[in-house]
């Protein structure tokens, strides 16, 4: 049973944006959800995280100022709004949940994933 669901990739031109929506299915005892990507013979990497307890909300280097994460809790929905897209931002974009702590940018932690979204950026 997939308990976490993609959706919004697609491809878009260098300079465009893409948001992403992930929405969670009867998941329990987690404290945030994220969003973590993977390209090609690369390792997946964390990209963006926001909490279920309290409003933090933390972005990979590569993303921030560009990428903005929010939630809708009463849903379980996470959404990831991406602007300024660039060619290497093009991956399979994975949402994720668990009960994380300050090892949020490892994805060992996570109890939940999605299958994953396409997100292409052409230059």
């Known amino acids: 049973q997939v308990q976490l669901a993609e959706s919004g990739g697609g491809s878009v031109q260098a300079g465009g944006s893409l948001r992403l929506s992930c929405v969670g299915f009867?998941?329990?005892?987690?404290?945030?959800m994220g969003w973590f990507r993977q390209a090609p013979g690369k390792e997946r990497e964390f990209v963006s995280l926001?909490?279920?307890?309290?409003?933090?909300?933390y972005y990979a280097d590569s993303v921030k100022s560009r990428f903005t994460i929010s939630r809708d809790s009463a849903k379980n929905t996470a959404y990831l709004q991406m602007n300024s897209l660039k060619p290497e931002d093009t991956g399979v974009y994975y949402c994720?949940?668990?009960?994380?702590?300050?090892?949020?940018?490892?994805?060992?932690?996570?109890?939940?994933w999605g299958r994953g979204t396409q997100v292409t950026v052409s230059s």
């Open positions: 994720a949940a668990g009960n994380v702590l300050n090892d949020y940018r490892s994805p060992i932690p996570y109890d939940y």
């Open positions: 009867g998941i329990f005892g987690f404290n945030a």
């Open positions: 926001i909490r279920w307890t309290g409003t933090s909300t």
